[in-house]
């Protein structure tokens, strides 16, 4: 896996303080994608000990709420298995902080992935500039959605669970 960049007490991409881990690789390429230097699966800069160590700094603090895969996209084939292990490496170290991951792919087609017993709230969904809206929370166009990944996994359909509707 490779990452582009750490960002630390970030207030946009989830709630409350959080650390972000941008990974590098992403297929969907969405038009007007707000960070497409993420997009090459062979960018940015290997994720090592040090990265790991550096965001396990951020989530050793009390006022950090938790972590945010986003990208690229987290659930890219170049990333997923090291993403994956890498949650459950947080989940077991820090089980009181928050999970979030943002992906272009939909709910439906991830549900079954293992990784979802590590995350707490999924974005899914490509941004389509044609349903930009800025006033929406935590997500960038009206199509995508903002999941409660637990909620959800316990429903028999397979509709997902919105963690917040706007």
């Known amino acids: 896996m490779r990452y582009h960049n750490i960002t ?98 939909v709910w439906e087609n991830v549900r079954n992935d293992a990784a979802m017993q590590y995350i707490d709230v999924l974005v899914d969904g490509e941004f389509v500039v044609e349903e930009k809206d800025t006033t929406l929370r935590w997500k960038g166009s009206r199509n995508q959605r903002v999941i409660d990944v637990q909620e959800s996994l316990k429903q028999e359909e397979a509709a997902p669970v919105l963690y917040c509707t706007d």
């Not at 297929?27 to 230097?37: G, I, Q, W």
């Not at 290997?46 to 951020?58: G, K, S, V, W, Y």
């Open 8 to 105: 630390k007490d970030d207030m946009l991409n989830g709630d409350g303080l959080r650390v972000v881990l941008w990974v590098a690789g992403c297929s969907h390429c969405c038009k007007e994608c707000h960070n497409p230097v993420t997009w090459d699966p062979h960018g940015g800069v290997p994720f090592d000990d040090n990265a790991r160590q550096e965001i396990f700094d951020q989530l050793d603090k009390p006022y950090i709420s938790g972590i945010t895969f986003s990208g690229g996209d987290p659930f890219h084939s170049a990333n997923r298995p090291e993403v994956r292990s890498f949650m459950a490496e947080i989940r077991e170290k820090y089980p009181d902080k928050t999970i979030w991951l943002y992906t272009g792919d």
